[in-house]
């Protein structure tokens, strides 16, 4: 073989080893890039976890161009404000409030806001007060959201309904006019009795 031909089969083979090489350093930095570093905090988006085209997925309470219209405030100048006009699917609904007072109790709402939403480190929700607003909409967001001084945003762990189901759970705390009693207060027997199921405390007979 002569010098010439050497230098021909010399060439594309380097090329080829060096090809080799980058792509052994790309796999190499990608497998680091999917580790995370101790003590970092990893964010995952809706899409990457799911593989869904829509990052938000089943989250927005209504479709985006009335979602933005939903204020997180109750002031308003001039006090003229645009109604989105969204309304919650499961309220009144007997098995969707059901779901949401187990919710509440799983996610350990009562921690902040106090069994039945008396309020407490949180604010209360079973008045008519509200910082960020008690429409259902702002209720649907503030969860989903989380709000400043503490309010978790549960967006990423909580679907759509899930979250409905808690607002029509909250919707219904300022329609309870005994919350001892709500609570299984006997006021006979002066004492809490124990629940038979978490939705109705055991009537004890005197």
């Keep these: 073989m002569s010098r010439m031909e050497s230098l021909l089969w010399a060439v594309p083979c380097g090329l080829l080893a060096l090809s080799l090489a980058a792509c052994g350093q790309q796999d190499e930095a990608q497998e680091q890039a999917a580790e995370p570093e101790p003590g970092r905090v990893q964010?995952?988006?809706?899409?990457?976890a799911t593989g869904e085209d829509s990052m938000m997925g089943d989250r927005l309470p209504a479709s985006p161009d009335r979602t933005v219209l939903v204020p997180a405030t109750t002031l308003f100048p001039g006090g003229a404000r645009v109604d989105p006009g969204i309304e919650n699917p499961f309220a009144g609904d007997a098995a969707a409030i059901a779901a949401g007072k187990r919710h509440f109790a799983a996610f350990n709402c009562a921690g902040c806001h106090a069994p039945l939403g008396g309020g407490g480190m949180g604010p209360p929700?079973?008045?008519?007060?509200?910082?960020y607003g008690g429409e259902p909409a702002q209720i649907y967001l503030s969860i989903v959201h989380g709000r400043a001084q503490g309010m978790p945003a549960f967006g990423a762990m909580l679907p759509g309904k899930t979250v409905w189901e808690l607002v029509a759970y909250v919707e219904t705390l300022s329609e309870i006019e005994d919350a001892a009693a709500e609570l299984g207060f006997d006021a006979n027997r002066g004492r809490f009795e124990p629940a038979a199921d978490e939705d109705e405390a055991v009537q004890v007979e005197p």
């Excluded at 964010?43 to 990457?48: G, K, L």
């Excluded at 929700?125 to 910082?131: A, E, H, P, Q, V």
């Design 125 to 131: 929700l079973s008045d008519d007060d509200w910082i």
């Design 43 to 48: 964010v995952w988006s809706f899409a990457r």
